[in-house]
């Protein structure tokens, strides 16, 4: 008898989802771009289809980002919430816990946020909940990101 075949290890089924999603984002990338009311619309369906605790902590910072930086717009972006600069550049994200199966959420900056102190930043941060400390954190760093996007126009 022959030995066992092995599959070669590829992507999960959720990485695989995510480059799906990632190929019809970047289709409806120019859509978005002339039409800011259809990728707002895209990112709050998004929302609303995520499981109960991603769905709080998805619109406690689609909230955040529209009282903070309110040129930023959103959009999806490799099938999570984002939300970019005037450029088109993401600056920030929301990665549920559900997407890829984690114990937490976790809420990211991008380098075009420059939210850059010294030699080491950190620009992800694993969320559970946002309480009123959490809260008072991502809006300093929100307020620092859209700064900063305001000065690079």
């Not at 995520?50 to 959103?74: C, E, I, M, S, Y």
């Not at 990101?145 to 126009?153: G, N, P």
């Amino acid at each position: 008898m022959g030995a066992a075949r092995r599959e070669p290890e590829g992507l999960s089924p959720e990485e695989k989802a995510a480059l799906r999603e990632t190929i019809a984002e970047r289709r409806q990338a120019r859509h978005w771009q002339k039409n800011p009311a259809a990728a707002q619309e895209a990112v709050e369906s998004y929302i609303r289809t995520l499981p109960p605790a991603d769905q709080q902590l998805a619109w406690k910072l689609h909230t955040l980002v529209q009282q903070v930086a309110p040129a930023f717009r959103p959009r999806l972006w490799y099938g999570m919430p984002a939300y970019t600069d005037v450029q088109g550049r993401v600056v920030c994200f929301f990665q549920p816990a559900s997407k890829f199966k984690t114990r937490y959420a976790t809420i990211g900056f991008t380098d075009a946020a420059l939210l850059d102190e010294g030699n080491l930043w950190s620009v992800s941060y694993a969320v559970r909940e946002i309480g009123d400390s959490e809260e008072i954190f991502f809006r300093e760093k929100l307020q620092r990101a859209f700064s900063s996007a305001s000065l690079k126009k």
